[in-house]
């Protein structure tokens, strides 16, 4: 589909929005001088190179070389194209776009994840409405209003019922005459195995819609009313839903889990709502699967590194096991991990139900670090026996050999043994034997994580490594003209009149700058309309990057600048002749016509220059 924005619209959204407040949406910033930092949203980082100018409006990464503007920072960040940036934002500031109708082919070409998304969110309606107004909807409400979930958190999470039956969103989509390849893409019906046809996926369960942050239905998760199995029954992964990166909850806890700098993290559905509803908003729910290193990832981003996450987790065997499993991941990404166990019998939906929140909030503040309750609860298991001591052990060695900080490492191997009384080198030496033994795998995990900031986080990587082939042996002077042009336009008329890009060895450099000087005319030249100009997400980032610098320029430095850029040229073009003659004398005739071509190419520049002051 092509959405067009017309040209008064992006400049109102331009005039509206601001990059600081969108970014914080989804990166801890703050303030330092001028600029805001944070950890990039675009790679892995552990201390923030990640800046944002409020005065700019625009962002870049020192670290990954990502940058642009509010347009550009949506795009990378959603995925998405510049129309679909721009739709977000206008939905955010109020901006009416007008939408044209389109045509079938159109339609047909709109992409597959914006369908996936309609078509979700068209399930999530037609299951609320079941809910509410549906003939067993009833029964379905009754079971909430049990589980002490009020209305206002069943409107605010849009939580629905799939009524009884095999075919009910299936006519629901045939009768919206939705294509039946994208709603069974969407996960929301299966394809038969031996005949013809398909059925619905949920049947009579409650329905929790997922929404990523933009607020897009990614997927649903449902659950029995009764004792059937499974209790639980998810969307498969799609192309829009990822459990492995999704978390429940996620798009209403954002805001204060940044205020407060601290998230929750359940397990269920069920405690994920009491949570909320007892105004414990900065919280979030894995989609039954153990905490990812993706979650990691996306928490760390919005509480910042100094934040806390506490897991709570029922005093069960399965909590302990995600606990130990977890734990490596919270050290790598250098969370602060605390646990909070619920009495037994309890999880955090009854226990809140119980109790209320003030009791809730007390727990929480004895919470233990992680690495303390896994040795706690392995005591508690399996005694202080010799045996027991070496089990304890054997059991925490596979947690600590994940850990990459040697230093962080150290440091537990020393709790550890202090606290099953067994001298540190002993258990030094254990850890050691697995972590040579795994050295393999944990360098799988450390790609793993590579490969995930990859997918996920566009090409922030690909592009550092492109930026040093940049580095060409001009490119550092060239790359300080462009920023003169965009940090002191006055001097553009000189550089026009001179023919300076003319000059420029690296075309992408040029191209910028011609760019810049395109813009001249206009009363002030805006970084943020340049920006705009680049179709290249990676030449978006140089011109942001050149942008940032912080050099006080005044015209006699430019001017010098210019000059000396000139004279270089000029030396270079005066050694060419000198090559010419030396490749003359040993008659390699190849390497003669190569510099003669050369030669050729710098004279029409030169041409072109003197052209150009006569004009
Ligand atoms: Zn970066």
Redesign the pocket.
């Known amino acids: 589909m092509t959405i067009f924005i017309p040209e008064d619209k992006v400049l109102e959204i331009k005039n509206s929005a601001d990059i600081v407040e969108i970014v914080s949406e989804s990166v801890l910033l703050k303030k330092t001088g001028k600029n805001y930092v944070g950890l ?4 892995s ?1 552990k201390t923030p ?2 800046t944002v100018s409020p005065q700019k409006q625009i962002f870049y ?1 020192f ?4 940058g642009g503007n509010i347009f550009s920072f949506i795009m990378k960040r959603d995925g998405i194209s510049f129309p679909e940036a721009a739709r977000i934002l206008s939905k955010q500031y109020g901006i009416n776009i007008p939408v044209k109708t389109m045509s079938k082919e159109q339609e047909i070409q709109r992409s597959e994840r914006e369908k996936l998304f309609e078509a979700n969110r068209q399930a999530m309606v037609f299951f609320c409405n079941n809910l509410f107004s549906g003939p067993s909807g009833k029964l379905a409400m009754q079971y909430l209003n049990k589980r002490g979930i009020s209305q206002e958190t069943i409107k605010i999470f849009r939580i629905g019922y799939a009524p009884e039956g095999w075919n009910n969103i299936n006519n629901f989509f045939q009768k919206k005459k939705i294509p039946f390849d994208i709603v069974e893409k969407a996960g929301l019906i299966v394809k038969r195995e031996k005949k013809d046809g398909c059925y619905d996926r949920f049947r009579n369960r409650i329905i929790f819609p997922i929404f990523n942050v933009n607020m897009h239905v990614i997927g649903f998760g449902g659950r029995v009313l009764g004792d059937d199995l499974p209790k639980y029954l998810n969307s498969p992964e799609t192309p829009i839903y990822n459990k492995s990166s999704s978390l429940y909850g996620l798009h209403r806890a954002r805001q204060k889990c940044r205020q407060t700098e601290t998230v929750y993290i359940v397990e269920g559905y069920f405690d994920l709502l009491a949570l909320h509803q007892n105004g414990i908003q900065n919280s979030v729910a894995t989609l039954g699967t153990s905490i990812t290193t993706e979650h990691v990832h996306i928490l760390r981003n919005i509480i910042g590194k100094d934040g806390h996450v506490v897991l709570v987790f029922d005093s069960d065997d399965a909590g302990m096991k995600a606990a130990l499993r977890s734990l490596g991941i919270f050290m790598n990404a250098e969370v602060d991990a605390k646990i909070m166990l619920l009495p037994s019998g309890h999880d955090p939906d009854s226990y809140l139900f119980e109790f209320g929140y003030q009791s809730f909030f007390d727990i929480g503040k004895s919470a233990k670090s992680l690495i303390s309750f896994l040795i706690d609860t392995l005591i508690d298991k399996y005694g202080l026996s010799v045996e027991g001591k070496i089990r304890v052990i054997s059991e925490m060695r596979e947690t600590l050999a994940s850990i990459d900080d040697g230093v962080a490492r150290s440091l537990y191997i020393k709790e550890l043994s202090e606290r099953v009384g067994i001298q540190e080198n002993a258990v030094l030496e254990k850890v050691r034997e697995l972590s040579f033994r795994n050295r393999s795998s944990t360098k799988k995990n450390a790609f793993l994580n590579d490969e995930f900031v990859r997918s996920h986080r566009t090409k ?1 990587y690909q592009k550092a490594d492109k930026k040093k082939s940049f580095h060409g042996k001009w490119a550092k002077l060239e790359q300080q003209i462009i920023a003169m042009m965009l940090q002191f336009p006055p001097v553009l008329s000189e550089i026009d009149e001179r023919g300076i890009l003319d000059l420029f060895e690296d075309s992408r450099l040029k191209a910028i700058g011609d760019l810049i000087l395109a813009q001249q005319d206009r009363s002030d030249i805006n970084i943020v309309d340049v920006i705009n100009l680049v179709d290249d997400s990676e030449e978006k980032g140089i011109v942001a990057s050149m942008a940032f610098g912080e050099n006080k320029w005044d015209y006699d430095g430019c001017l010098n600048i210019l000059n000396r850029f000139e004279s270089k040229r000029n030396k270079k073009e005066n050694t060419l002749v000198n090559k010419i003659k030396e490749a003359e004398k040993n008659n390699d005739f190849e390497l003669v016509s190569k510099l003669l071509s050369k030669k050729q190419k710098l004279a029409v520049l030169s041409e072109k220059k003197k052209m150009a002051l006569l004009k």
């Open positions: 990039c949203p675009f790679h980082e190179s990640f990464c670290g990954c070389a990502a922030g």
